[in-house]
């Protein structure tokens, strides 16, 4: 069934073209003047041939130009394909053929990163944001209307098979995620958003969302600094933050024995639940947080928990929002009773449909509208989610996943080791951190197996310790077995 609306950002600027809509060093754009940047740079990449339907891959820094570049694209009907600027060269050229995009819009910062992978992209025209706002503007054709079901960005997950699938997400997605969150948080007049997470992810592109849609003031920060996000929460009445657990610890230590203005309400928590010391000392110094559980397939969270039952549900994720479902499933696929472990799979409108040029794993991971997660966990008696095993394997290091199987891939692809495991190791200033267990077949040192992955993975899933042994402990199936490496690490 198709679902028209107006053009969200043509909406927004008609109802409240005045309100602020952006503000990022020391400058505020209105809704108005959003739609007229927007516009403009729409013309320009006209002018490169952009058009309704084409994927552009975006590779872009925390600034309010990258939004108005989204907006752009939204006003042509071009689907963002989202790219993390923390992502070697090799990783984002197989994301940019992956998606089979016509364009990859950056920005001279990073010109290192484009000059390595413009070999292998021979076929996409290559944008410099600053060539870009230099060029002419021609007419744009400007996309009045939406169908809710058509695709907005393209975000890749990385993939428990070494390759990272990329999630489609429609503006219906967006505009569910954004409702979701509204009908729990609830919305006020004054309400102004802080983004420090990064704008390529779903936490960072979530707000820009909720910004069109709520026609509310969203704050842009280049980088985290817990200072700088605390004045900035003061400077401009900042009501509600996205952060992860690394970086709430450091703003409750900045704070000292300072407090947030009474008319901050909300740190909206992600990647994995806060430790109950660092709970106790938010709830000391009167911070609000709320703990959440989502993902890129669910347009950011889909299960939240309020400040009010931080202790009595300490480490729950909280209750599934008010557009989407949960259940737990057993192994035998019958659903779990309160309490019993199972695979966690959620529906609802903000859910993606799927993932791009992959059938196969669409139909094997969403049946009958229910995503299979691959996270494990309980529901208690009252319906509260305890999430037991983020994606069994998966690590997740300063909010950021990672994959145990993209790192051995990469290990096992150098010519001296011929086997490789890898889990994580708690980490006080990250969560957690990988490890790597590598079989060497010729000589080769620890030093040269990081440097290696250096050329083939972003920094932050690089091996912070590499252990060498005979053998990788496999289970009869050849899978690894984790839990003896554990035990390894341990000893």
């Known amino acids: 069934m198709d679902n028209i609306m107006q053009n969200f950002l043509i909406k927004r600027a008609f109802l409240t073209p005045d309100r602020p809509a952006y503000h990022f060093a020391?400058?505020?754009?209105?809704?108005?003047e959003a739609y007229e940047k927007a516009h403009t740079i729409a013309g320009q990449l006209t002018g490169y041939g952009a058009q309704k339907g084409q994927f552009a891959g975006v590779l872009l820094s925390n600034h309010v130009d990258t939004v108005f570049i989204y907006l752009a694209l939204h006003l042509l009907g071009v689907k963002a394909v989202i790219l993390n600027n923390r992502l070697t060269p090799s990783e984002i050229a197989w994301q940019m053929q992956d998606s089979h995009s016509k364009f990859l819009i950056t920005e001279e910062k990073?010109?290192?990163?484009i000059n390595q992978m413009k070999p292998t992209l021979s076929g996409v025209t290559m944008i410099e944001k600053e060539t870009l706002f230099n060029s002419s503007v021609?007419?744009?054709s400007i996309i009045e209307e939406i169908n809710l079901n058509d695709i907005c960005t393209v975000m890749y997950t990385s993939g428990t098979t070494g390759h990272p699938k990329g999630v489609l997400q429609t503006y219906g997605n967006h505009w569910?995620?954004?409702i979701g969150s509204a009908l729990n948080l609830g919305l006020l007049e004054q309400d102004c958003w802080l983004c420090t997470v990064p704008l390529f992810h779903i936490s960072g592109y979530s707000i820009l969302m909720r910004s069109i849609i709520y026609g509310m003031k969203m704050v842009i920060l280049e980088n985290f600094d817990e200072r700088g996000a605390i004045e900035t929460i003061r400077s401009e009445h900042v009501t509600i933050m996205s952060i992860v657990s690394t970086m709430l610890s450091r703003m409750e230590e900045e704070l000292k024995n300072e407090k947030l203005p009474s008319e901050f309400r909300c740190m909206l928590l992600g990647g994995g639940p806060a430790s109950k010391s660092l709970l106790e000392k938010c709830k000391y110094k009167q911070i609000p947080v709320y703990q959440t559980y989502g993902m890129t397939e669910t347009s950011s969270q889909i299960v939240t928990l309020s400040p009010e039952y931080s202790m009595s549900k300490l480490g729950s994720a909280g209750k599934v929002l008010f557009p989407s479902q949960l259940k737990i499933v057993r192994s035998d696929g019958e659903e779990a009773e309160a309490n019993e472990a199972g695979e966690i799979l959620v529906k609802g409108p903000n859910v993606t449909g799927g993932y791009l040029n992959k059938e196969?794993?669409?139909?094997k991971k969403i049946v009958n509208g229910w995503l299979s997660t691959g996270d494990i966990g309980t529901l208690d008696q009252e319906g509260f989610l305890y999430v037991l095993d983020r994606r069994s394997d998966l690590i997740i290091?300063?909010?950021e996943n990672i994959y145990p199987a993209e790192i051995e891939s990469v290990l096992v692809s150098h010519p001296s080791i011929s086997d490789a495991g890898?889990?994580?190791m708690k980490d006080e200033e990250w969560g957690e951190v990988p490890i790597a267990f590598v079989v060497k077949g010729n000589e080769v040192t620890a030093e040269e197996v990081r440097e290696f992955c250096q050329l083939k993975l972003a920094k932050y899933k690089i091996?912070?310790?590499i252990r060498f042994l005979d053998e990788i402990p496999r289970n009869a199936s050849k899978k690894i077995l984790r839990r003896e490496l554990r035990k390894l690490m341990e000893e």
């Open 26 to 32: 020391g400058k505020t754009y209105t809704f108005s």
């Open 463 to 465: 091996p912070k310790k």
């Open 110 to 113: 990073f010109s290192d990163t």
């Open 176 to 178: 569910w995620s954004a």
């Open 138 to 140: 021609s007419n744009p």
């Open 360 to 363: 196969n794993e669409t139909k």
């Open 397 to 399: 290091s300063g909010g």
């Open 422 to 424: 890898v889990i994580g």
